[in-house]
């Protein structure tokens, strides 16, 4: 799946089966001769989006800086968590933040000397500001931050204020993209059509190259960090498919991005032994997700019985060459997070049981008709839509494997594709039936972000309305909530700990969501011209083209010394 894909993002698939013709990009040659002669502007690209329209609305996720790249880029985080270690934090816009002793508040010294790339100040205002817009218009509230209001203190300081303790809620603060007030207020920050981006970040929109195939930003030369960003610019570029962006990759005219490629030592190493990198880390679980408002899915036997009749070693291995691990663990998460598996689950891994399924699915009261597929009491078949967007061909290629895996015990299955945007508007509107879920946005760094992502009653909304959280609509009598609140008021290790073996075991024993497999940071990037990529040697962030970590990135590249 990739990287925002919902990306966040949820996020990211396809069959696959035919080349799509390559998609028209802003430039006809490979990009390395654009610019003045000796500047560095690399090529990069984040998702398959088709044609974009010129909005870099930082809270729209399907504007083209969500999509494609560059969100971070422009209008930048207060401070950017490591999604491969935890509590790894590098301050950025603010560079010190404390929590008031009762959690009820969070205030935050910002960097001096930072402006508006229009030569308006950068301050404290701004960050109130757009703290609450986000509170005032929960439809861009992507990330379910609970806020109660914002202050300015100072030019330089600014308070956060809670409904509840919100420790929890310290990587979710960091990661809001700051907008300025004078630009943003009286305007819908839904609706706002940002053509024309003002941000503090290291780079700037070329408004003058702007087309619906892709977009320029050049270097910011007015850019708060001194001597940064040491690269020209970045071209973003856009494909209708995996497979036309990794041809672009595979030829060179890509030098960053975000793709799932097929056969990669073959397809992309190898043509470029010296230079050809790669860094799949996992960041995010992915689950199976059923819509919990249809009657088929409440019961927790169903939701058990499917699980148990999925080889998900065989699913990543047809479907992402194994370049994204299978989920081993029925908590759902990562193996970086082992340290807080309850001891009753470590070493419970999830394994195909073909009849432990159909004892579940028989247990819930599906029947096997004459011709072995099953059906409700009423006679109704069990009949499951797997819905992703044509342009991902590993998920499309994983959900007709999964189609053959559920129908071994019973389950009539299809898949449905549609546009990456209408995927991800669904998902979260709820108009789906069974669909991948995960979180893209590139906060998660604990498993409590897991768990509220996926699980909060408090994040979701009826179907029909966006919710940028439990996207299933899951609902119990109130544990998971109570659980997860537990969690976030309060810093006491005992307690957490305790909360997070409560929601252990609502997973393992309920299924609410049913773990599949682990999304990676997709990265794929040339050392031929600039160096400073992250890597498994270097792992100061993961080496995704979108999300918050972008600027870290992007600020830590330099042109290779001749």
Request: aromatic content about 10%; overall charge neutral.
């Amino acid at each position: 799946m990739r990287n925002k894909r919902v990306r966040t993002r949820l996020i990211e698939t396809v069959i696959g089966l035919t080349t799509l013709a390559l998609t028209a990009t802003a430039c006809s040659d490979s990009g390395h001769s654009e610019g003045k002669s000796g500047e560095v502007i690399l090529r990069a690209e984040a998702s398959p989006a088709g044609q974009i329209t010129r909005n870099f609305n930082p809270f729209n996720t399907q504007a083209p800086v969500a999509l494609l790249g560059g969100w971070s880029l422009i209008n930048e985080p207060l401070f950017i968590t490591n999604p491969v270690k935890e509590n790894d934090i590098t301050p950025w816009l603010a560079k010190s933040w404390e929590f008031a002793p009762d959690g009820m508040s969070m205030t935050m010294t910002l960097n001096s000397g930072v402006n508006w790339t229009d030569g308006l100040p950068f301050t404290a205002d701004d960050v109130a500001f757009t703290f609450n817009l986000i509170r005032d218009n929960p439809g861009i509230n992507t990330t379910g931050l609970q806020l109660k209001g914002a202050t300015a203190l100072a030019p330089d300081r600014v308070r956060i204020d809670f409904p509840l303790p919100g420790y929890a809620q310290e990587t979710t603060v960091g990661h809001v993209y700051i907008v300025p007030r004078h630009l943003w207020e009286g305007k819908d920050p839904a609706t706002f059509t940002f053509d024309n981006p003002v941000g503090t970040g290291p780079f700037v929109l070329d408004g003058k190259t702007f087309t619906p195939q892709g977009y320029l930003l050049r270097k910011n030369p007015r850019y708060w960090q001194p001597d940064k960003p040491k690269i020209d610019g970045i071209r973003f570029v856009s494909y209708s498919s995996n497979t036309s962006a990794n041809l672009a990759l595979k030829k060179g005219e890509l030098e960053w991005a975000s793709n799932f490629v097929n056969d990669i030592e073959k397809e992309y190493v190898n043509a470029d032994k010296a230079n050809n990198k790669y860094w799949f880390p996992p960041v995010t679980p992915v689950f199976l997700c059923g819509q919990l408002n249809d009657p088929k899915y409440r019961n927790p036997k169903t939701r058990l019985g499917i699980s148990a009749a999925l080889d998900r070693d065989k699913l990543v291995a047809i479907a992402e060459q194994n370049e994204q691990p299978a989920a081993k663990s029925p908590t759902g998460l990562l193996p970086q997070h082992e340290q807080h598996i309850a001891d009753r689950y470590r070493g419970l891994d999830l394994k195909q049981d073909l009849p432990k399924a159909k004892q579940l699915l028989a247990e819930a009261g599906w029947k096997a008709g004459a011709d072995g597929m099953l059906a409700d009491a009423s006679g109704k078949k069990f009949e499951i839509t797997l819905t992703a967007p044509s342009g991902f061909t590993d998920i499309m290629t994983m959900w007709q494997v999964v189609v053959e895996q559920l129908k071994a015990v019973g389950i009539t299955a299809k898949v449905q594709s549609m546009t990456t945007q209408q995927w991800i508007a669904d998902g979260f509107t709820g108009n789906y039936d069974m669909s991948a879920c995960a979180r893209f946005s590139g906060v998660n760094s604990s498993p409590f972000d897991y768990y509220q992502n996926l699980l909060a009653g408090y994040l979701t909304k009826p179907i029909g309305q966006p919710a940028f959280g439990n996207t299933m609509r899951w609902r119990d009598d109130g544990s998971t909530d109570r659980l997860l609140t537990q969690y976030a008021s309060t810093k006491d290790p005992a307690q957490r700990k305790q909360a997070l073996e409560g929601l252990q075991q609502i997973m393992v024993e309920q299924a609410p969501a049913i773990p599949l497999f682990n999304f990676v940071a997709w990265s794929e990037y040339s050392t031929k011209r600039v160096t400073g990529w992250p890597s498994a040697d270097n792992p100061y962030t993961v080496a995704a083209v979108t999300g918050p970590t972008a600027v870290l990135v992007a600020t830590r590249l330099e042109p290779k010394k001749k």
